[in-house]
């Protein structure tokens, strides 16, 4: 073997005595010689390339053959200790010029003080994110042009600021994106700043994009769809598909300031018809305990129409999922996990809500009892202390005797006050119906609970040690527990102003439905009882109404205010006596007078 060697790899040339195999291995050894030679020159000045991303640097050349060219090639550390802002400036230049598109390989992280332009043209693959060292409100990063299309680009982007925004300017954004049409867009993060990704349609559109979000942490906006006339005409932001994001603020972050997971908005309300985004399963964790009296809201529309918000998760938010204002209409939202409301104060308000646990509760078919206002109705029974209120029965939560009529109810203009004795209820028919949702209009704070006694084919009550117990449930959000009160019965756990869903068992052949205290009194107006098929149960009072939803009594009232015209049964009537009483004066308690003379 001959010691002459190749100049690079130090490959042997081979001395064979064979001539034909020598002169052929030794070519193809100085063939691999050749390429490492290629490939130095491709890499350049390797010293520029910190020694843990010399890999990197490799993949970077790869992409530079598909169209990519790696910042790291220009002088870009990205250790987090180098301001890398001019380097970064100088790598998209070259981009640019050149008709490339940018790769900022995995390190540390992109430090820079300075807004990172990347002008229409130019896609973008981060592996590692810009961290922002600066003092300014404004933009970390920022993609495309305002006046030009960005069409058709591959965006992978990433921005953090290292220290939190204060959420006073909304000039500090931690990813502008303008004009994109038609691209492929991930946002892996954007975390730290007033509003973690804007999307601008600045005198263009910004359409028709596929938009994976990612982490979304400590942002006032966590995502702005926006839109402004820029100089040349109105811009807008429709048609984008949104897929995924986590939408969160961390404890300490915001304190006392309101947030919000997305808000679809104008910068300059020149357009306010921003449309058909539809954003499918974001979720939404944005402390309202941080948020105290401000506002902790998923959505905000200020200025869009006919927008989806599809399959979300509500957790730790307010109760009001979404705001709509101005002239949005027509969006629509569902949550698939945890539960709100939505707050329409546009000009048009029918934007709607549907939430996945709820689907039972608004499948109603049929109703079946409706109380009407209770507290319109209600009258003294025997004049001044006991009360009675057509159409529902009474019953001590002690026992489970049906009663007319029962003192310790406060009669009030807007509801009537039940102290901690007494329920109010109606008897339903189920033996043909099993699914039913009740509710009720009450005041807050005094919401009360449901309790439900169920009774077999021979009126028993089924309770908690028959075989098929439990005989009603619930849904997970309100679930139903046994309870000694009334007799036996299934009640809710919380006081909670919301309609309750109740499947029976096929042994229960009728309900008593009773809605009685929580932790304070119930104040309540009506409530009623609705079927979840087209059958029509029968609904009853279980005790002698006289007169089908008419007030009855021994007595004319003596006490609160009447008006002319109000008409009290006689619920013991006699020979001689009156049918009942007529109040014929307005008045405190107004004038009443016998009607009905029944003969001797």
């Known amino acids: 073997m001959s010691s002459e060697k190749h100049a690079n790899l130090g490959l042997h040339k081979w001395a064979a005595t064979d001539g034909v195999l020598r002169t052929e291995f030794n070519d193809n050894f100085g063939k691999i010689d050749e390429k490492v030679t290629e490939v130095t020159a491709g890499l350049g000045d390797l010293a520029l390339i910190p020694e843990n991303t010399v890999v990197d640097a490799v993949v970077g050349l790869n992409k530079k053959n598909e169209g990519f060219v790696s910042v790291t090639q220009f002088g870009v550390i990205g250790d987090e200790a180098v301001d890398d802002s001019d380097k970064i400036l100088e790598a998209i230049a070259f981009a640019k010029d050149n008709k490339k598109d940018l790769l900022f390989p995995k390190v540390t992280g992109y430090k820079t003080t300075k807004t990172i332009v990347i002008p229409s043209g130019v896609g973008v693959v981060m592996e590692s994110p810009i961290i922002y060292y600066g003092t300014l409100n404004e933009p970390c990063l920022v993609v495309g042009e305002k006046g030009v299309n960005n069409n058709n680009r591959k965006f992978v982007l990433q921005a953090k600021r290292k220290s939190y925004s204060d959420w006073m300017d909304e000039n500090c954004i931690g990813i502008q994106i303008i004009n994109a049409y038609a691209s492929d867009i991930e946002i892996l993060n954007s975390n730290n700043f007033t509003i973690g990704v804007q999307l601008l349609g600045a005198s263009k559109g910004l359409s028709y994009n596929n938009i994976n979000l990612y982490e979304l942490l400590n942002n006032k906006y966590a995502i702005d769809c926006s839109n402004e006339n820029s100089g040349t005409g109105s811009g807008w932001c429709n048609e984008n598909n949104f897929f995924g994001g986590r939408f969160a603020c961390f404890s300490g972050i915001g304190s006392n300031k309101s947030r919000y997971g997305i808000r679809i908005t104008s910068k300059d309300g020149t357009y306010a018809n921003n449309n058909n985004n539809i954003f499918t399963k974001p979720s939404f964790e944005l402390n309202k305990t941080v948020a105290g009296t401000a506002e902790a809201i998923p959505i905000l529309v200020e200025y869009g129409v006919l927008n989806q918000f599809n399959y979300c998760r509500s957790e730790g938010n307010e109760a009001t999922f979404a705001k709509v204002l101005n002239q949005s209409t027509e969006n629509s939202f569902s949550i698939s996990y945890g539960q709100g409301d939505i707050v329409d104060k546009s000009t048009a308000p029918v934007s709607f809500l549907s939430q996945k646990r709820l689907q039972k509760v608004n499948n109603v078919q049929s109703s079946v009892f409706d109380s009407g206002a209770l507290h319109k109705k209600a009258c003294y029974y025997d004049g001044s202390t006991t009360v009675h209120i057509p159409n529902v ?117 009728k309900i008593r439905v009773l809605l009685y205290k929580g932790t304070n009194n119930l104040r309540i107006r009506s409530f009623g009882v609705n079927a979840l098929n087209n059958n029509h149960p029968t609904s009853w009072t279980d005790y002698e109404e006289v007169v089908s939803g008419s007030s009855i009594g021994t007595a004319a009232p003596t006490v609160g205010t009447w008006k002319r015209g109000r008409k009290v049964y006689n619920a013991t009537p006699t020979a001689g006596g009156y049918e009942g009483w007529v109040c014929i004066a307005d008045g405190t308690p107004g004038t009443w007078k016998g009607f009905g003379l029944i003969e001797v």
């Open 393 to 509: 029965h009474m019953c001590l939560y002690t026992q489970t005797t049906t009663r007319s009529n029962y003192t310790g109810i406060t009669l009030n203009d807007n509801y009537l006050d039940l102290n901690n004795q007494v329920g109010i209820g109606v008897f339903i028919d189920t033996s043909l119906t099993k699914e039913f949702v009740i509710k009720k209009d009450v005041e807050v704070g005094y919401e009360g609970r449901y309790y439900i006694v169920c009774y077999d084919g021979a009126g028993a009550i089924l309770n908690d040690v028959g075989l098929n117990h439990p005989y009603v449930k619930g849904t997970s959000a309100h679930s139903l527990a046994f309870h000694t009160n009334f007799g036996g019965s299934y009640r809710t756990g919380s006081d909670s102003k919301e309609d309750l869903y109740i499947n029976l068992h096929t042994d229960v052949k």
